[in-house]
């Protein structure tokens, strides 16, 4: 009786065919092979940071002397550049980067706004400050701001730069308008964008008391003669 053992592999000359032993090996190999495939380009690739989310804060003041009336805070205007998610960091005069793990939690308009309102609210000061919306008869003055410039660079520096106008209720007449430009230094965003943050916070307080004290210099007078800011 013949006892050679049968071939894995060539079970007749020239002629491939894969016997039970050399499947399971096979497979084995292609399993292994897979999985390394699978896994290797997670080996290969940098670990992404964790995203973080910011908001705009305002700035800590102690409110002092008798209340103002009413303003109005319409929209603020912001350059399309400001409306990506993440923090924008200025590499140059015509070059801007995105921080991909530093992300704005809000509109950057809307936080914009709510916090302007909160520090004119304080440095006026007025028990109310309206957005966006509000009758005729509800304010003293209404202030629109457009911004062109709003962001840090690489080094820490933080700007600001905006126009903005003071209005008679109902926007009949402008009172007064003025351009802001506002430079702040700050940690370097890069590093720290939690600093960087806090400088922008920092400027958007800056034009707040820019424009209350454009509000002391405005005249509004109410129909009864009694000034009003």
């Known amino acids: 009786m013949n006892t050679t053992p049968e071939p894995c592999l060539l079970n007749a000359p020239g002629c491939l065919k894969f016997q039970p032993c050399a499947r399971t090996l096979l497979t084995s190999l292609c399993s292994i092979m897979l999985s390394v495939g699978l896994t290797g380009c ?4 940098p670990a992404q940071a964790t995203a973080r989310y910011y908001v705009l804060t305002p700035v800590t003041a102690t409110q002092s002397g008798p209340n103002s009336p009413a303003l109005g805070l ?7 550049y400001l409306f990506n998610t993440s923090l924008a960091v200025r590499r140059g005069t015509n070059e801007i980067d995105y921080l991909p793990s530093a992300l704005w939690a809000e509109r950057l308009d809307t936080g914009f706004q709510r916090v302007l309102a909160a520090d004119l609210a304080i440095v ?10 509000w009758r005729k008869d509800d304010v003293a003055a209404e202030v629109y701001v ?9 080094g820490g520096q933080g700007v600001l730069t905006a126009r903005w106008r003071i209005l008679s209720p109902g926007g009949e007449k402008t009172l007064k308008a003025g351009e802001s430009r506002l430079a702040r230094k700050g940690l370097v965003p890069v590093d720290n964008a939690s600093g960087g943050v806090a400088t922008l916070s920092e400027l958007v307080a800056e034009l707040s008391r820019q424009l209350a004290q454009a509000l002391k210099e405005t005249s509004l007078v109410s129909h009864n003669g009694t000034s009003q800011l």
Not at 42 to 45: A, M, Q
Not at 74 to 80: D, E, N, R, S, T
Not at 124 to 133: E, G
Not at 146 to 154: G, L
């Open 42 to 45: 997670s080996f290969l690739k």
């Open 74 to 80: 319409g929209q603020v205007k912001l350059p399309a």
């Open 124 to 133: 006026v000061p007025t028990d109310q400050v309206r957005l966006s919306a």
């Open 146 to 154: 457009t911004v062109e410039q709003f962001d840090v660079d690489a």
